[in-house]
Each structure stands twice: as structure tokens, then as C-alpha cells.
């Protein structure tokens, strides 16, 4: 006998809307289909310039009867993990389970519009009889989110400096949105020097 693929992993919701400065949550679900899966390694990517990698956490279902058996491994466009039920075979999954949710956090100043979160790398074991040391995953559901609206401009955490010119009593400034812009969000003169 060989190991049926029949494990599907999914994240949920597929769809959601979310500002920047704001957390996005996504469920990882797991529907085992025949298998009885013991094991599950995942990894999410995502796009690094709209999410905050360093800033997002993955939570245990505690009630999935699975155990983080390697600590999650952030990095920019990515956060993968690796779970399992250990040594109690009674704690293995057998009907869809939610193992844990993945909280992204937007980036401020992240572009709006669709962006796809999808698994890749993942695998799953079974300890069903047929299935023993073998992937048993079929396919993976990925899902979409939508940052809406603006981007947050952070008052009060930008600094500024200059050299100082000889005979300058005083300076005149302007703060722009960005790089090239010619929006203008403040202005004003100043005495000091640097």
C-alpha cells in the first residue's frame, strides 16, 4: 500500500480587507481527509514591502492537540514553522482543525491593493497505516488580502538635520510626503543651526 495525499492545508478567511497600521489574521486550517496526520511543516510568504515580518506572530490552537516543535522562522516575505503532536498518537488530527493564526501587521506606509499570502514548502506526515514517512499533503489554499486606504503618515518621528552656513542667522523648511514630492505637510522657519 502507499501513503493517499489526501491533507489539505487552507488559510482563512480567503478574502479581507485591511488597513495599513493594522493586523491582519489569518487561520491556518488543515483538513487531514483519510489520514491521520501527526506532523506539519508550513512556510507563508507574503510581500515583504506591505507586511511587517519582524513584527508578526503565529498563535497555537491549544486545542489543536499540536505542539511547536521548531520555534518560527521569520524573515522578510516569509514565516514558516513546524508543528507536531509529539509522542501521544491519541492527539493525532483527524477532522479539520484550525492549528494556529498567523497576525501580519501591516506596514504604514504599505501600497494599497490586492496581495496574495501563499503556503509554500509545506508538508504533512500521517501514522495511518498506509501512510507512514510519507507527504501525505494534496494541495494548499491560499489567500488574498486587501490593504485599503491610505497610508499612515506618523507624526513626530522623523528627524532632520543640515549643515549650517556661515552667516545664516536663520532657516527656512519644508516637509514633503516624500522623495520628489510637491506636497507640502509643514513649513516654517527655524533659528537653530543643525
Known sequence: SRAEKATVLTLVPPNQNVAPGNTASLDIK???GVN???????EIKFDPDRFDADQSEFTL???SGMQILQEPVKSPGSFSITLSVGS??????????????????VKDDAAGG???ETFQGASARSIAATD????VLQTTVPATITITGEAICRPNIAT??????????KYKYFV?????SEQIVAEGETTETS
Open 36 to 42: 491521520q496526520v501527526n506532523f506539519v511543516k508550513f
Open 30 to 32: 488543515i483538513d487531514p
Open 176 to 180: 514633503a510626503v516624500g522623495p520628489g
Open 160 to 169: 532632520c538635520s543640515w549643515d549650517a552656513s556661515e552667516g545664516a542667522t
Open 61 to 63: 490552537n491549544s486545542s
Open 114 to 116: 490586492p496581495t496574495q
Open 132 to 135: 507512514p514517512l510519507s507527504d
Open 88 to 105: 501521544d498518537t491519541t492527539k493525532v488530527i483527524q477532522s479539520v482543525t484550525t492549528l494556529g493564526t498567523l497576525n501580519l501587521v
